[in-house]
C-alpha cells in the first residue's frame, strides 16, 4: 500500500528528523519526498510505501496518521495521510 504524507507549518529545526524518525519507528518506506520553505512557511510532501510496515491495526493509513499524530502535536504542524489510490483520484478532478 502506498501514502502521500503532507506536512505544513511553522518551519523551525528538527522537522524533517520528527517525521522521518516517526516513519522509520513503523518501518514506511520513504519513496519520494520533497519540501519547500515559502517566507518562513514549510511544507513537505512525502510518497511512502507501507506494504512493509508493522501491523499496527486493521487500517495502515489510520494507523500511521494516528502514529503521526504525536509529531504533529510536539511539533506545531499539521500532518495529512492519505492513500495514493484516492489522493490520485481527488487531484484528478
Not at 501514502?3 to 523551525?12: E, F, Q, Y
Not at 528528523?17 to 519520494?32: C, G, M, P, R, Y
Not at 519547500?36 to 506494504?51: C, N, Q, S
Request: avoid cysteine.
Amino acid at each position: 500500500m502506498f501514502a502521500i504524507i503532507t506536512v505544513t507549518g511553522s518551519d523551525h529545526p528538527g522537522i524533517v528528523a520528527a517525521v522521518t524518525t516517526a516513519l522509520a519507528e513503523h518501518e514506511a518506506n520513504i519513496l519520494d519526498i520533497s519540501q519547500t520553505l515559502m517566507g518562513g512557511y514549510f511544507t513537505m510532501i512525502l510518497r511512502v510505501e507501507l506494504a512493509g510496515a508493522r501491523p499496527l491495526r486493521a487500517n495502515s493509513i489510520d494507523d500511521l496518521q494516528d502514529a503521526l499524530a504525536a509529531v504533529e502535536q510536539a511539533q506545531n504542524l499539521v500532518i495529512r495521510v492519505q492513500s495514493e489510490a484516492l489522493f490520485t483520484a481527488i487531484n484528478e478532478l
